[in-house]
């Protein structure tokens, strides 16, 4: 009997003794935990890396510095010439060293269809480049392939296509959506003049006229202004000076049969062949050259021709080509460009990186020096508002009439348009075509060269390779 007490209170007390230890144990881990807590706000919650809490926000002033983000790398492919690919590659690396967390890998092409072809091959396969840069043919070759994304304010920051050239606008879409970033403008005509002779631009093709009826001496070989009829695209401007055009962009359909092509028809005739000041003879090497030896005063010609005409030692002028002859508008000249288009299967991490290198090019900045970079011009309608661009006279001039021009058609439809133009007005400078006819000939003739048939004569192809 005495043993089991004995056992009984020797095992109670057993248990006493492990939960005083265990109360030991969890006092000692609450002191532990207070003293460290207490250590941290003394010494102002130091990280990891040794900053203190303060200084991660101050990195970038939005609580999240390049630190904080991860490191993500794009790829971008591009066909430029050699003049814009040095210009690419040193806005990259300014870019990058900005943006110390991106980095991005560029592959060249020698041509735009290679670029294309490549590109659509991978994006099918779920790869590809995140993004690329090629002019506005891009649109109608890629775009139906699903294979680059639709462009809206939730894919660009703060992208509105309101800020960039009407005439790339235009060519922008397909089927009514937007599937490329205007980046860089070229390839359209002005008004030169050697400042020597000319000294205010006209305004008006009254003005022109007025002037070549005195300046005229074919047999001195002097000329007040001069055309060049036997392309097309010296023509298609006057078609928009007379409020219409050639094409439906939405629908990629001809409307050449109006009565701005039959009133520029009427004016071509007017000129050629009532007042004489214009002379059918005249090609376009003739009156480059007429222009470089001061022999002709004013002509029509591609704006990337200016230094070629500084260098011939003509004091070179650039101004908008004068409204039309019993008009009111300027003549809307055809414009080309550059732009960036997103692969479809880019996303998260990348589409922002593609985002932010998108928003910086398109800064104000970058446009401006890109220009005096290169032989191309801002995509940015408000550029020439910069004090650095509009110093510079030949480039100010020139984007007023970028400003007014519309947008080429892609290749397939403004070969067909070129090749019923040019024949028609010929037949109209030779009075073989009363202009009233020629319009809806036109038209026709462009119709039938879309289907395949030949509706026009073949010509050379000497007229396309000066282009």
């Given at each position: 009997m005495d043993g089991r007490i004995f056992g009984h209170f020797k095992f109670k007390e057993m248990k006493f003794v492990k939960l005083l230890t265990k109360i030991a144990i969890l006092s000692i881990c609450i002191f532990m935990i207070t003293a460290l807590s207490c250590r941290m706000l003394d010494s102002g919650g130091e990280s990891d890396t040794g900053q203190d809490n303060d200084e991660t926000v101050e990195s970038d002033g939005n609580g999240t510095g390049d630190d904080d983000k991860l490191d993500v790398t794009i790829t971008l492919w591009d066909c430029l010439e050699p003049k814009?690919?040095?210009?690419?590659?040193?806005?990259?690396?300014?870019?990058?060293?900005?943006?110390?967390?991106?980095?991005?890998?560029?592959?060249?092409?020698?041509?735009?269809?290679?670029?294309?072809?490549?590109?659509?091959?991978?994006?099918?396969?779920?790869?590809?480049?995140?993004?690329?840069?090629?002019d506005f043919d891009?649109?109608?070759?890629?775009?139906?392939?699903?294979?680059?994304?639709?462009?809206?304010?939730?894919?660009?920051?703060?992208?509105?296509?309101?800020?960039?050239?009407?005439?790339?606008?235009?060519?922008?879409?397909?089927?009514?959506?937007?599937?490329?970033?205007?980046?860089?403008?070229?390839?359209?005509?002005?008004?030169?003049?050697?400042?020597?002779?000319?000294?205010?631009?006209?305004?008006?093709?009254?003005?022109?006229?007025?002037?070549?009826?005195?300046?005229?001496?074919?047999?001195?070989?002097?000329?007040?202004?001069?055309?060049?009829?036997?392309?097309?695209?010296?023509?298609?401007?006057f078609i928009g000076g007379y409020g219409d055009w050639i094409v439906d962009y939405s629908y990629r359909s001809l409307t050449l049969d109006n009565e701005a092509t039959e009133k520029t028809m009427e004016f071509l005739n007017y000129m050629y062949n009532e007042e004489k000041i214009l002379y059918p003879d005249?090609?376009?090497?003739?009156?480059?050259?007429?222009?470089?030896?001061?022999?002709?005063?004013?002509?029509?010609?591609?704006?990337?021709?200016?230094?070629?005409?500084?260098?011939?030692?003509?004091?070179?002028?650039?101004?908008?080509?004068?409204?039309?002859?019993?008009?009111?508008?300027?003549?809307?000249?055809?414009?080309?460009?550059?732009?960036?288009?997103?692969?479809?299967?880019?996303?998260?991490?990348?589409?922002?990186?593609?985002?932010?290198?998108?928003v910086y090019m398109l800064t104000e900045e970058v446009q401006v020096e890109w220009t005096s970079r290169t032989n191309t011009f801002p995509a940015l309608k408000s550029v020439d508002r910069n004090d650095e661009f509009a110093k510079e006279e030949l480039r100010y001039g020139a984007f007023q009439q970028a400003k007014l021009c519309r947008g080429k058609p892609y290749e397939e439809l403004i070969i067909v348009i070129r090749d019923a133009i040019r024949d028609n007005t010929q037949r109209v400078?030779?009075?073989?075509?009363?202009?009233?006819?020629?319009?809806?000939?036109?038209?026709?003739?462009?119709?039938?060269?879309?289907?395949?048939?030949?509706?026009?004569?073949?010509?050379?192809?000497?007229?396309?390779?000066?282009?």
């Open positions: 814009g690919r040095l210009a690419l590659m040193e806005k990259i690396d300014d870019f990058t060293d900005a943006n110390s967390y991106i980095e991005i890998e560029t592959e060249h092409f020698r041509s735009q269809e290679e670029l294309e072809d490549k590109f659509e091959a991978a994006s099918l396969a779920g790869a590809g480049p995140e993004l690329i840069l090629l891009g649109v109608q070759r890629l775009s139906p392939g699903n294979v680059v994304k639709e462009i809206s304010g939730e894919t660009i920051s703060d992208l509105s296509y309101s800020m960039f050239l009407d005439g790339l606008v235009e060519i922008s879409e397909y089927n009514s959506r937007n599937y490329i970033i205007p980046f860089r403008s070229f390839d359209f005509l002005v008004l030169f003049y050697n400042r020597d002779i000319v000294e205010e631009p006209p305004s008006e093709f009254e003005e022109v006229i007025e002037y070549c009826r005195e300046t005229n001496k074919p047999g001195e070989n002097l000329y007040g202004f001069l055309l060049n009829s036997n392309e097309a695209d010296w023509i298609i401007p005249m090609d376009y090497s003739g009156i480059n050259e007429l222009f470089k030896n001061g022999s002709a005063h004013m002509i029509m010609d591609s704006v990337s021709m200016a230094e070629e005409y500084e260098l011939a030692g003509i004091n070179t002028g650039v101004a908008r080509i004068p409204q039309v002859w019993q008009g009111s508008k300027n003549p809307t000249p055809l414009i080309s460009g550059l732009g960036f288009m997103i692969n479809v299967n880019c996303y998260g991490n990348e589409l922002e990186a593609v985002d932010d290198l998108i400078i030779s009075q073989d075509m009363l202009p009233a006819d020629a319009a809806l000939k036109i038209q026709e003739d462009a119709l039938r060269l879309r289907s395949g048939d030949a509706g026009v004569e073949e010509e050379s192809g000497e007229d396309e390779e000066t282009e």
